[in-house]
């Protein structure tokens, strides 16, 4: 005859912490029940010990003692009566949500020239030396050039360039294509066409060691390679 037990999870009570799991939260509710005030508070240093057994990789944390005595706390509903070597925590304090994140809300009015670029032509839009403010803006001038080369395929004319830097500036740069010189070293350089060859090598290596598996099995069987 089967004993069926009457005595499931769904029936018991909701784990706090689920964690931990249940031996824990009635080791807690053991806790609870002691009547002298300095037993409960030995025990909860017992149970501390037990918790970081179970868990080492809390350890890694500095404070992870003062972590898991806020947990035991949790667990026992914040109704635990003992001597806290830490500040015992309030379910206020739990339940209060983080301050919201703030999404930056810049706009970018180039985005394929990245949020980076508009800093350095804010920074050199302030710049009183005139010898190096235009070597700064050679140099963005040149990463602007290349980085649509090289992503995009497309060559900008310095009249363009010089656009741009005039709206990222809000009219503080107002250059002629003329002044700018711009370094196309780095053009050379085509990711597309990059992958494009090293799959093409890959292929070209298992292409050839296929048959050179097939030369060795015509070989015989008595061919030695050394």
């Known amino acids: 005859m089967t004993i069926l037990?009457?005595?499931?999870?769904?029936?018991?009570?909701?784990?706090?912490?689920?964690?931990?799991?249940?031996?824990?939260?009635e080791y807690v509710a053991h806790i609870q029940s002691i009547a002298d005030k300095d037993k409960r508070t030995?025990?909860?240093?017992?149970?501390?010990?037990?918790?970081?057994?179970?868990?080492?990789e809390i350890k890694l944390q500095?404070?992870?003692?003062?972590?898991?005595?806020?947990?035991i706390f949790q667990i026992g509903q914040y109704q635990l009566d003992v001597d806290s070597p830490y500040?015992?925590?309030?379910?206020?304090?739990?339940?209060?949500?983080?301050?919201?994140?703030?999404?930056?809300t810049t706009n970018i009015r180039f985005r394929f020239y990245g949020r980076n670029l508009q800093m350095m032509?804010?920074?050199?839009?302030?710049?009183?030396?005139?010898?190096?403010?235009?070597?700064?803006?050679?140099?963005?001038?040149?990463?602007?050039?290349?980085s649509c080369k090289i992503w995009n395929n497309e060559n900008l004319s310095n009249e363009v360039i010089a656009e741009h830097l005039k709206i990222l500036s809000k009219g503080q740069l107002q250059l002629e294509g003329s002044e700018i010189t711009v370094s196309v070293d780095a053009s050379n350089f085509q990711p597309k066409k990059f992958f494009k060859n090293n799959n093409n090598n890959t292929?070209?290596?298992?292409?050839n060691k296929s048959n050179n598996n097939k030369k060795n099995q015509t070989r015989g069987k008595n061919y030695r390679r050394f």
């Open 42 to 56: 030995q025990w909860v240093h017992n149970l501390v010990n037990i918790m970081a057994t179970l868990n080492p």
């Open 87 to 104: 500040p015992i925590p309030t379910p206020e304090v739990k339940a209060k949500k983080p301050e919201t994140i703030g999404y930056p």
């Open 62 to 71: 500095a404070n992870y003692k003062e972590i898991l005595w806020g947990h």
């Open 5 to 25: 037990q009457s005595d499931y999870n769904t029936q018991r009570e909701h784990l706090r912490i689920a964690e931990y799991g249940r031996h824990i939260q």
């Open 203 to 207: 292929g070209g290596f298992n292409r």
């Open 121 to 146: 032509v804010d920074k050199v839009s302030e710049m009183q030396d005139p010898e190096l403010r235009q070597e700064m803006v050679n140099l963005i001038a040149s990463f602007m050039y290349n």
